[in-house]
Nanobody, 125 residues
Framework: QVQLVESGGGSVQAGGSLRLSCAAS????????MGWFRQTPGKEREGVAT???????TYADSVKGRFTISQDNAENTLYLQMNSVKPEDTAMYYC???????????????????WGQGTQVSVSS
């Protein structure tokens, strides 16, 4: 059973930076699509960024040029570098992973089988 644990959230002023981490455990074979999603109360979950097993990445238009997704396979860790953050980036951020081959883009949350508990990011103006 794959387990995902996020960390790195917190409070930051607009224009600042944060780096989120997602430690993955329980993998017994090949890794597939992984991604970051976010949600605020009363709103639908939104895809932020994904990275496929071949390194292909996708980003939501709202974060392109500001956020970077990456992974360290040796450490089984997924990262989200958040630069130039804005108040509208405030949300609970979730790490997710696929259990097998699947679509891998910011609109494909339903294709991801494993989810972490989330880490809160709050951006003040």
């Amino acid at each position: 059973q794959v387990q995902l644990v996020e960390s790195g959230g917190g409070s930051v002023q607009a224009g600042g930076s944060l780096r989120l981490s997602c430690a993955a455990s329980g993998y017994t074979g090949r890794r597939y699509c992984m991604g970051w999603f976010r949600q605020t109360p009363g709103k639908e979950r939104e895809g932020v960024a994904t990275i496929d097993s071949d390194g292909t990445t996708t980003y939501a238009d709202s974060v392109k040029g500001r956020f970077t997704i990456s992974q360290d396979n040796a450490e089984n860790t997924l990262y989200l570098q958040m630069n130039s953050v804005k108040p509208e980036d405030t949300a609970m951020y979730y790490c997710a992973a696929a259990g097998g081959p699947s679509r891998c883009d910011v609109y494909g949350a339903h294709a991801l089988a494993y989810w972490g508990q989330g880490t809160q990011v709050s951006v003040s103006s």
